[in-house]
């Protein structure tokens, strides 16, 4: 008590002490002029023409900026700190404060980052359709738990849910989702293994994503994306309302796999009538391979029996050829439809290109292409339906394109793509990249029979020339029709108009200049020759397929090879270096003519290892 007296009479001496008083007045000015200060910023404010916009205009405004930078997604490699960065228009004035606190839509795209701004957004987002996205790394992190929380509490209000981590972390907590879903339209379930715990990525294969979630409820459910994660294909996810399906597996499916749960694909396909996208990336169920020619088999119960996806807009597959071909067999897809298969391993790819022409032939024919090898193993084929110029750069992307592998020059897939597919019966426009492949020039001219643009990317070595000359000379109602014969315009890249040896030099020339020359005799002459980046050509050159070629195009670029070999040294120089080295009579040089007597083994033993 004499404590409390004492400690009283500290404290009124102190409050009477004239310092003290004299800066509690200063302090109280302060607070004065600051006040007049927020009411003149404010008077500041209300002169602004955006204060006089309706509320609801401003809260519309605020919600579509709030969206931009949702679904921008900056978070994901700019940090947490962009999640809620339209924040900021809360702090521009305390009008913009109140209309945005009480806007529940500005709220309602939520990413759990800090558990603080995660809570804050759910709680200021109240009843408004919910928009949840979550990165886990582990199962202990407070996102995981935020997330199972708000899903059990607030399932009912979810329009979309995005969730990436580790495959074993989303089995297990889509395990305890079981609460309906019944406002939710999209579904994002990934992995990213580059974000993901090491202990829970490798060891063994995860049980396939829970049945039980959501209990089946998802009756609004339009778009799932399940990317890297074991699925069962009996999920109820895969329902009827899907238009847009992603499925990306994490494992190669081993080839024992049953035959029934290729037919639980197909029984899940056949239900989705409203399907506009679907994308399998390596989510195919192997089909047994049962006879000798590697066609896969038919499931049972399944053989005759078409499965219909009438709202088809593209279809992406991303298999195993014979995979591939599997599934190709058993669609009947509308005409028209966009079309990326992607068929890994030969075996099965001849099949596939069997089966692709197959499903093409009831569509509009194509009306341009492109022939490519698509890394050092895969041949690639685009087409476009409508006409197209492929090489301008605002070009559409291509309505088909295949895939297929090709080990060797000489491979099965090759061979049945030049020689048995059908979609190059109606091209006008095809482009084709030389790279050390057996393309079959006759067979494969010989199923262009409408071409009138014939683009080359690179030099075409042996076949390619000769192919286009072969005027057919027999007795039949054929003879004398040279290939290609609505051809009226050649286009080349990168060729090599000849050799930089004396024996050699413009050989490739002279042959194309004798074919010019014979299509004008038969009454087909080229009309356009279109030269780009062409090896040894000159003015001269040039000058004379002019002579023959109305419209010759050539952008001047000039590059000239140098006889030289490894050392730097030219012809002159090494003959010089061998005469000096090595005696005239020390041996007797050896030619292929003293071994080949006819010229077509002569052309044989030209030919380069390789090709």
Known sequence: MAHEVRLSSITSRVNEDPFVQARKSLLAEIETHLDAILRLKGRINDMSPTIHLPPEILSEIFTLIAVDNYNARRWYH???????????????????????????????RVVITRPDAAMSALARSKKAPLWLTAVLVHPEDFHATILRDTILSESSRLKELSVRGPPRLLQMLSAGWTAPATALE?????TDFLQCGHSYVLPGQPAPLSAKIFSGEVPHLQHLEIHRIAIDWCNPLFCPSLRSLEVESPYDIPVSMKDGEFRDLLVSLERMESLENLYLNKAIPCLRILDSDHAPTSPAGTAGRPIALPSLRRLDLHADATECAGLLRHLSLPINVQMVINGRNERGADDLVRVFSDQLGPSTPLNAASLAPSGPTQVCVKGWRSPVDIRDSNAPRPDVQLHVEALSPFSRSLQTLVTESTFFTQLHYFEIQCASRNWSWSALFGRMPELQILSVIGHPEYGFLPALSAVRDDDDRNAGIVPLPYLHTLEFDNLRFGCPHSDHESQYLEKLIDYLVMRCNHGVPISRLVLRSCVNATEGDVTRLRDIVPEVQWDRRKYIEESVDEHGMDDDEIAEELEWMVPDDLFTPMFPEDYYDDGDDLDLWMIPFGF
Not at 87 to 108: F, G, K, M, Q, Y
Not at 186 to 190: E, F, M, V
Request: charged share 15%; aromatic share 12%.
């Open 78 to 108: 700019c940090g947490s700190s962009h999640a809620y960065k339209w924040i900021a228009l809360a702090h521009v004035c305390r009008a913009w404060r109140d209309i945005a606190l009480n806007t529940p839509r500005l709220w309602s």
């Open 186 to 190: 999209k579904l994002t379930l990934s």
